[in-house]
């Protein structure tokens, strides 16, 4: 049986059953849908108003990434395997597409690992790490997080290729069975064991500082609070990281060291292992929007510039058909035209400018200052 992320197709002898060649393309358009939307609107959320300054939103800018990397290049592909009966992108995607699957996937995972690690100095040594936690040393992670992705991923860029099989042609591995034993291992070890058991020291120890060293009601200053929901919204991504993965990496490991037999029910466990999986992708925006009220604003101000934009296009237009139609309706007439309201400027459009990370929330009066200088620039 085929180990890889790729789905059975008509090849693997399931060619009977087709309710999934409509259903299974609709669930995977629904994550590019969410997936693309979502994590663009994160991109937009921290880049449009400078908000990648620390490395907690760097670290969330590169998942972002890797997570729009993944919808982008990978869904789209693997929805048609089961609409169309044979791989039809030629040889080259049948190997780049399964490339950027693993690659993403270890980016993602190294990313989360390292977020746990600058989570847990940011707030078991808050002044001590200060030196170590800039952007600088977080882009220079960042390029290291890439790297061993690409390392510990080129391998797949020889598993699979494009043959003929069964007067269909597919994209399917090609290594022996003990090497493909060895890569998936490996593959298990690596992008998901080791990041895990990261995640779990770190957090469990950060989570223990955080509720031991001062009262979780009384004595705990702004700043701490604040590191307190940033920590909380970066564990529910790590942990629904480890939960859409987990299914994928079980079957594996009963393909090759239990019993998992070709028929409708384990088929069925495949597809939804990767759903499921696949889904992780689109999930992160929605924690975004639910734990962080910055990204609600965020979120907000970006529709709402859209959305003026968008209105402000349809009064402009309006009002260019009724000078016309006036000016030709009697052209000896004078007739006043007013000028379209001014438009908003772009001040007025960019995202709130707080951190996420370290910075201490601002106090009342400076929130009252920060509102009224934000609706005054011109």
């Known amino acids: 049986m085929n180990s890889s992320l790729a789905p059975l197709n008509a090849s693997g002898g399931e060619a009977g059953w087709q309710p999934e060649s409509v259903l299974i393309p609709l669930v995977y358009a629904l994550i590019f849908l969410l997936g693309t939307v979502g994590n663009s609107l994160v ?20 998942l972002g990434v890797a997570d729009l990397c993944f ?7 693997q929805a048609t395997i089961y609409s169309l009966e044979g791989w039809v992108f030629g ?18 995972s190294f990313t989360l690992a390292t977020v746990s690690l600058d989570r847990y100095l940011a707030i078991r040594y808050p002044l001590h790490s200060r030196e170590l936690r800039t952007p ?13 992705s690409f390392i510990f991923s080129g391998p797949y860029l020889s598993y699979y290729q494009e043959f003929q099989m069964a007067n269909l042609t597919v994209c399917h591995p090609i290594w022996k069975i003990p090497q493909r034993k060895i890569m998936d291992i490996c593959t298990f070890i690596f992008s998901y064991v080791i990041p895990v058991l990261i995640l779990s020291l770190t957090y469990m120890r950060t989570i223990r ?30 942990v629904l990281f480890c939960l859409c993965w987990l299914p ?14 070709l028929n409708h029910a384990t088929y069925v466990l495949r597809i939804l292992s990767h759903l499921i999986s696949y889904s992780n992708s689109c999930v992160n925006p929605i924690v975004y929007a639910l734990v962080s009220k910055h990204f609600r604003k965020g979120f907000k101000k970006i529709f ?33 035209i007013s000028e379209p309201p001014p438009a908003r400027s772009f001040t007025s459009c960019q995202i709130p400018g707080q951190s996420w990370g370290e910075t201490e929330q601002l106090g009342r009066q400076q929130k009252v200052a920060n509102s009224f200088i934000t609706f005054n620039v011109t």
Not at 248 to 261: A, D, K, N
Not at 314 to 320: E, G, P, R, S, T
């Open 136 to 148: 600088r040393n977080a882009l220079t992670a960042i390029c290291l997080i890439w790297g061993l």
């Open 248 to 261: 994928h990496h079980l079957i594996i490991l009963c393909v090759w060291f239990g019993y998992f037999p």
């Open 91 to 108: 040889p080259f995607l049948c190997k780049a597409v399964h490339f950027f699957i693993y690659l993403t996937m270890y980016a993602s």
């Open 71 to 77: 919808i982008v290049c990978c869904v789209p592909f």
């Open 209 to 238: 500082y955080l509720w031991t060293s001062v009262d979780p009601i009384e004595d705990m200053s702004e700043s701490k609070k604040a590191k307190r929901k940033v920590t909380r919204m970066i564990i529910i991504v790590a």
């Open 43 to 62: 991109l937009a959320v921290l880049l449009r108003n400078g908000q990648v300054n620390n490395t907690t939103n760097l670290f969330i800018l590169n």
């Open 304 to 336: 709402n510039c859209l959305l003026h934009k968008k209105v402000a296009n349809k009064v402009h237009v309006a009002q260019v058909t009724n000078t016309v139609s006036t000016l030709e309706a009697d052209l000896t007439e004078v007739t006043h």
